[in-house]
Antibody
Framework: QVQLVQSGAEVKEPGASVKVSCKAS????????ISWVRQAPGQGLEWMGW????????KYALDFQGRVTMTTDTSTSTAYMELRSLKSDDTALYYC??????????????WGQGTLVTVSS | DMQMTQSPSSLSASIGDRVTITCRTS??????LNWYQQKPGIAPKVLIS???TLQSGVPSRFSGSGSGTDFTLTISSLQPEDFATYYC?????????FGQGTKVDVK
């Protein structure tokens, strides 16, 4: 079965960077895009961007452009999301998500367990 | 930028009630609209894809409809396990967008 296993919780100071990993199994990694979605405490879902696991192409949400980098390592079926210049309002649960497709519509099919990133001095 | 307006932001309902949640987009997205359910402390789960396709394992009391700019998620008879937060999400554009969410709680 499809599994996305994310790295553990992180505590960072303002201005630092964080890199979250997402190891995929149970499917051919290069066949599907990976998106990253975050959720601040008590708030809604916020899409950050996606990466093609096939060719490494990326698309980032405007709010994160210049501050986020998404990469993949196809040899280990792992996706990474690095967020720089952290601020307190980056404190959130970060999810990696494998996309699915239905009649040409992409949707967020399989979700990782989430990685809590806390930004605090 | 695609704007999504989900309503209501919250609602209170009783077991057996029919519940309707709407999602409106700022431009036509054909049927590229998905619905998710999220319970506290758990990752979201897809219920409906492409506006109306019920995902495998999702009870038939859930249904989705709409196309263009106006979409609806309906729960025909609310069950105890349906108290949760629901999100719509568009994938028409290369930048994905979520609605603000609708929290369904006990009346």
């Amino acid at each position: 079965q499809v599994q996305l296993v994310q790295s553990g919780a992180e505590v960072k100071e303002p201005g630092a960077s964080v890199k979250v990993s997402c190891k995929a199994s149970g499917y051919t990694f290069t066949t599907y895009d990976i998106s990253w979605v975050r959720q601040a405490p008590g708030q809604g879902l916020e899409w950050m961007g996606w990466i093609s696991a096939y060719d490494g192409n990326t698309k980032y949400a405007l709010d994160f452009q210049g501050r986020v980098t998404m990469t993949t390592d196809t040899s280990t079926s792992t996706a990474y999301m690095e967020l720089r210049s952290l601020k307190s309002d980056d404190t959130a649960l970060y999810y990696c998500v494998k996309e699915g497709e239905d009649s040409g519509t992409r949707y967020f099919h399989h979700w990782g367990q989430g990685t809590l990133v806390t930004v605090s001095s | 930028d695609m704007q999504m307006t989900q309503s209501p932001s919250s609602l209170s309902a009783s077991i057996g009630d029919r519940v309707t949640i709407t999602c409106r987009t700022s431009q036509s997205i054909n049927k590229n609209l998905n619905w998710y359910q999220q319970k506290p402390g758990i990752a979201p789960k897809v219920l409906i894809s492409a506006a109306s396709t019920l995902q495998s394992g999702v009870p038939s009391r859930f249904s989705g409809s709409g196309s263009g700019t106006d979409f609806t998620l309906t729960i025909s008879s609310l069950q105890p396990e349906d108290f949760a937060t629901y999100y719509c999400q568009q994938s028409y554009t290369s930048t994905r967008t979520f609605g603000q969410g609708t929290k369904v709680d006990v009346k």
